[in-house]
């Protein structure tokens, strides 16, 4: 079985430019997360979906932040326009969610963003 | 504002001791908890996870918690220089996941 899967890897841009990442999640799981790393940090929650409907936006940026989920299973992020302190990993993770239970999430490899 | 605290290390360690790593969380409606190990430029594995009151054993690890104290921990019995990681605390509320800062474990051979 095939984890989450990520793209790209790293990503290196300049200052008010625009930058996507996107992740494809495991097969079966109806939650998808996007957080963010900063270096020696624990992740942050951006946003969550359950299937196609965004359930908790609250810390993500809206101002230069969006956020889509096709058809309830591939996702992607975007910022527009980056600034510096956008850069950090950018995790996609994916879980079984059933009435508010977490069962654990998986997690992709990530995105490094720089943004310089 | 969930609150999840963690030593920051770096905790050090001799090959074969055992490692104890602790949390605290301030949201009393958390079920569920977990721990999740981070090797350096890699994304977070989960190792552990545990929904009840008392210890849960996984091969080298157990996890302990204590729902009325708000506190969860990571034991690693017989410690490597593979478990040299950072270990971050995630307990679950509301369907998502509260990340700790991590705590840093270094392994001496």
């Known amino acids: 079985e095939a984890g989450v899967v990520q793209s790209p890897r790293y990503k290196i841009i300049e200052k008010k430019q625009p930058v996507a990442f996107w992740c494809n999640p495991i097969s079966g799981h109806n939650t998808l997360y996007w957080y963010r790393q900063n270096l020696g940090q624990g992740p942050e929650l951006l946003i969550r979906?359950?299937?196609?409907?965004?359930?908790?936006d609250s810390q993500l940026p809206k101002d230069r932040f969006s956020a889509e989920r096709l058809k309830g299973v591939d996702s992607t992020l975007k910022i527009q326009p980056a600034e510096l302190g956008d850069s950090a990993v950018y995790l996609c993770a994916s879980s079984l969610v059933v009435a508010d239970s977490n069962y654990g999430y998986t997690f992709g490899s990530g995105t490094r963003l720089t943004v310089v | 504002q969930k609150e999840v605290e963690q030593n920051s290390g770096p905790l050090s360690v001799p090959e074969g001791a055992i490692a104890s790593l602790n949390c605290t969380y301030s949201d009393r409606g958390s079920q569920s908890f977990f721990w999740y190990r981070q090797y350096s430029g890699k994304s977070p594995e989960l190792i552990m996870s545990i929904y009840s009151n008392g210890d849960k054993e996984d091969g080298r690890f157990t996890a302990q918690l204590n729902k009325a104290s708000q506190y969860v921990s990571l034991l690693i019995r017989d410690s490597q220089p593979s478990d040299s990681a950072t270990y971050l605390c995630a307990p679950g509320s509301q369907g998502n996941l509260i990340f700790g800062k991590g705590t840093k474990l270094s392994v001496k051979p």
């Open positions: 979906y359950e299937n196609e409907e965004a359930v908790d």
